[in-house]
T-cell receptor, first 107, second 114 residues
Framework: KNEVEQSPQNLTAQEGEFITINCSYSVGISALHWLQQHPGGGIVSLFMLSSGKKKHGRLIATINIQEKHSSLHITASHPRDSAVYICAVKGYQKVTFGTGTKLQVIP | DTAVSQTPKYLVTQMGNDKSIKCEQNLGHDTMYWYKQDSKKFLKIMFSYNNKELIINETVPNRFSPKSPDKAHLNLHINSLELGDSAVYFC?????????????FGPGTRLTVL
């Protein structure tokens, strides 16, 4: 079993839908990182969080340390949100990545 | 005014060769990283340097040697390249101590070993 599990692996949504991507981990962490990788390959850091909730535009990230779980929400999804979303957990001197969730938003 | 830059963007080489990938950041960050993304798109951290000091070294073959001449640069040198080294290599930087610890990624270097 991977230390970091993401679900779903693939997600297709209609434009405007509310999207949730989940990340569960089994190790102790100091922070959790959400990344977005565009179809062209570029990687953008979305959020780094260690507790609670963060919001940036249409994106919201939450983390529950007790349950070892984080969610990334996208409100009013748009085709430009189509990308791979990667969860990474930061432990002591170690970073472990999930396998990513491929999101396609259809107009 | 690129924040994190890598050169070259593409690198095609023969097995057994030695090659280097350069990374520079102009953000004033004190921590830099090298990541490898394999053909299955799985990202894995290779190295992390803080103020020119190695702080993370995952199980990477010793053919890979990072070199940090100063805080703004972290170069990756690879000896005796193998087919399995073909991947996209990403450099990133962050500032330790900032609440976000957000990482900024370079555009990636696609290495193809023939």
């Amino acid at each position: 079993k991977n230390e970091v599990e993401q679900s779903p692996q693939n997600l297709t949504a209609q434009e405007g839908e509310f999207i949730t991507i989940n990340c569960s981990y089994s190790v102790g962490i100091s922070a959790l990182h959400w990344l977005q990788q565009h179809p062209g390959g570029g990687i953008v850091s979305l959020f780094m969080l260690s507790s609670g909730k963060k919001k940036h535009g249409r994106l919201i990230a939450t983390i529950n340390i007790q349950e070892k779980h984080s969610s990334l929400h996208i409100t009013a999804s748009h085709p430009r949100d189509s990308a791979v979303y990667i969860c990474a957990v930061k432990g002591y001197q170690k970073v472990t990545f999930g396998t990513g969730t491929k999101l396609q938003v259809i107009p | 005014d690129t924040a994190v830059s890598q050169t070259p963007k593409y690198l095609v080489t023969q097995m057994g060769n030695d090659k280097s990938i350069k990374c520079e950041q102009n953000l004033g960050h004190d921590t830099m990283y090298w990541y490898k993304q394999d053909s299955k798109k799985f990202l894995k951290i290779m190295f992390s340097y803080n103020n020119k000091e190695l702080i993370i070294n995952e199980t990477v073959p010793n053919r890979f040697s990072p070199k940090s001449p100063d805080k703004a640069h972290l170069n990756l040198h690879i000896n005796s390249l193998e087919l399995g080294d073909s991947a996209v290599y990403f450099c990133a930087s962050s500032q330790r101590g900032l609440a976000a610890n957000e990482q900024f990624f370079g555009p990636g270097t696609r290495l193809t070993v023939l």
